[in-house]
């Protein structure tokens, strides 16, 4: 029994094009959870990106500043601070921070943009064919566009104006 690989549905020419219409739903009010975990992968490669560079940067450089200060505010001989004391006063400086708790939530604030972004993107398309191509477009658009845009963003926000 021999058996005919080209007119198989697997390794025939329309492969592509079976395996992208076996992944897509006719109605679109509901992704496909595939489609779904590739905006969700894209989204984390960004993160990691955002946190491995500039955010890391802009944490380790506020986290510099706030030690200098804590070692002139609550470790100087002139307060009459204990060491737990001392201790307290350095936790509330790094507690009440806002610039260190803004670097720490941009990278929520990017992820619930990169949804947004997407959910408008898709928004009312009633066509799987139209659906698919928005949708690799805006992953698209998250690799090239947006992953260099929150990267600048954030380096004008966190690091160039604390210098």
Request: net charge positive; with cysteine; proline share 1%.
């Amino acid at each position: 029994m021999s058996v005919n690989l080209v007119n198989n549905d697997l390794l025939g020419k329309n492969h592509f094009e079976n395996q992208r219409n076996r992944n897509l739903r006719g109605h679109t009010h509901i992704a496909h959870p595939l489609l779904k975990k590739e905006i969700k992968n894209g989204s984390d490669s960004i993160l990691g990106f955002l946190n491995s560079t500039i955010l890391n940067q802009a944490r380790n450089n506020r986290k510099k500043y706030l030690f200098e200060l804590a070692a002139d505010k609550c470790y100087n001989s002139s307060n009459s601070y204990s060491f737990s004391e001392a201790r307290e006063c350095e936790n509330q400086l790094f507690s009440r921070d806002a610039v260190l708790n803004n670097i720490n939530n941009f990278s929520s604030h990017v992820e619930v943009s990169f949804q947004d972004q997407h959910e408008r993107a898709v928004n009312g398309v009633n066509c799987a064919r139209v659906y698919y191509n928005q949708h690799k477009t805006q992953l698209l658009k998250m690799n090239y566009l947006y992953r260099y845009y929150y990267y600048f963003l954030a380096k004008d926000l966190f690091v160039n104006s604390c210098k």
